[in-house]
C-alpha cells in the first residue's frame, strides 16, 4: 500500500520529532509548541515562522516547535488534533505543552486562510508568545498560559507529550 506524500512527509517529520524530543535537552527551554494546520492557513504559517524566528534567536531545537498539516492534511496531524481533544475543523491550531513534564497541553485556535495574522499585538498567539520569550529569557519562571483566556487546556492522559508522541509514532508506522 502506497502512503499519500502529505502523510510520508508528516511521518517523517513526527519520526525526527520523537528523536529529539526523546533525546534530552528538551527542557532547556520551557515549552514545546506544536502547529496543527491546512495549506490554506496561510496566516498561521507566517505565525509559525515568528515563532521559528523568536525560537532559533534562543537557541531552542526542533523538538520545542514543530508544523504539521501545511502541505496537506495528513494522518499524522488528524492524530496529533485528536490527542489534543481537538477535531479536523479546528485547525489551524497552537498546542503549547510546558517542558517541565506537563501533562496538559494548551490549545490556542489560529486565523484560519490567509487572513491578517498581525493585529494589534492583542492576539491571543502573540500573548502566547511573549510568554514564552519572558520565561526563556529568565525574566519568568514558566509559561503561565491560564493568563490566555483562549488557551484550553487538555489532560494528555497522564502521559508526557515524549511519551505520546512515542506512542503515535508507533501506532502510524
Same mark, same amino acid.
Given at each position: 500500500?502506497? =502512503?499519500?506524500?502529505?502523510?510520508?512527509?508528516?511521518?517523517?517529520?513526527?519520526?525526527?520529532?520523537?528523536?529529539?524530543?526523546?533525546? &534530552?535537552?528538551?527542557?532547556?527551554?520551557?515549552?514545546?509548541? #506544536?502547529?496543527?494546520?491546512?495549506?490554506?492557513?496561510?496566516?498561521?504559517?507566517?505565525?509559525?515562522?515568528?515563532?521559528?524566528?523568536?525560537?532559533?534567536?534562543?537557541?531552542?531545537?526542533?523538538?520545542?516547535?514543530? =508544523?504539521?498539516?501545511?502541505?496537506?492534511?495528513? *494522518?499524522?496531524?488528524?492524530?496529533?488534533?485528536?490527542?489534543?481533544?481537538? *477535531?479536523?475543523?479546528?485547525?489551524? !491550531?497552537?498546542? #503549547?505543552?510546558? *517542558?517541565?513534564?506537563?501533562?496538559? #497541553?494548551?490549545?490556542?485556535?489560529?486565523?484560519? &486562510?490567509?487572513?491578517?495574522?498581525?493585529?494589534?499585538?492583542?492576539?491571543?498567539?502573540?500573548?502566547?508568545?511573549?510568554?514564552?520569550?519572558?520565561?526563556?529569557?529568565?525574566?519568568?519562571?514558566? #509559561?503561565?498560559?491560564?493568563? =490566555? !483566556?483562549?488557551?484550553?487546556?487538555?489532560?494528555?492522559? &497522564?502521559?508526557?507529550?515524549?511519551?505520546?508522541?512515542?506512542?503515535?509514532?508507533?501506532?502510524?508506522?
Amino acid at each position: 500500500m502506497s =502512503i499519500a506524500p502529505a502523510d510520508q512527509h508528516d511521518l517523517d517529520k513526527l519520526a525526527r520529532w520523537h528523536q529529539d524530543i526523546s533525546g &534530552g535537552g528538551a527542557d532547556r527551554f520551557p515549552v514545546f509548541c #506544536v502547529f496543527l494546520v491546512t495549506p490554506a492557513d496561510l496566516a498561521s504559517h507566517q505565525v509559525f515562522r515568528r515563532y521559528r524566528t523568536s525560537f532559533e534567536d534562543r537557541a531552542a531545537g526542533f523538538q520545542h516547535l514543530v =508544523i504539521f498539516g501545511q502541505h496537506a492534511r495528513s *494522518t499524522t496531524s488528524d492524530a496529533l488534533l485528536a490527542e489534543f481533544g481537538l *477535531t479536523q475543523e479546528q485547525a489551524p !491550531t497552537l498546542a #503549547v505543552v510546558s *517542558t517541565q513534564g506537563g501533562a496538559t #497541553v494548551h490549545t490556542i485556535p489560529l486565523a484560519q &486562510g490567509d487572513e491578517a495574522a498581525d493585529g494589534a499585538g492583542d492576539e491571543a498567539w502573540q500573548r502566547v508568545l511573549r510568554l514564552v520569550e519572558c520565561a526563556a529569557d529568565g525574566e519568568e519562571n514558566a #509559561v503561565g498560559l491560564d493568563a =490566555i !483566556t483562549e488557551a484550553k487546556p487538555h489532560p494528555l492522559g &497522564g502521559e508526557s507529550l515524549p511519551d505520546v508522541v512515542s506512542r503515535l509514532l508507533a501506532r502510524l508506522s
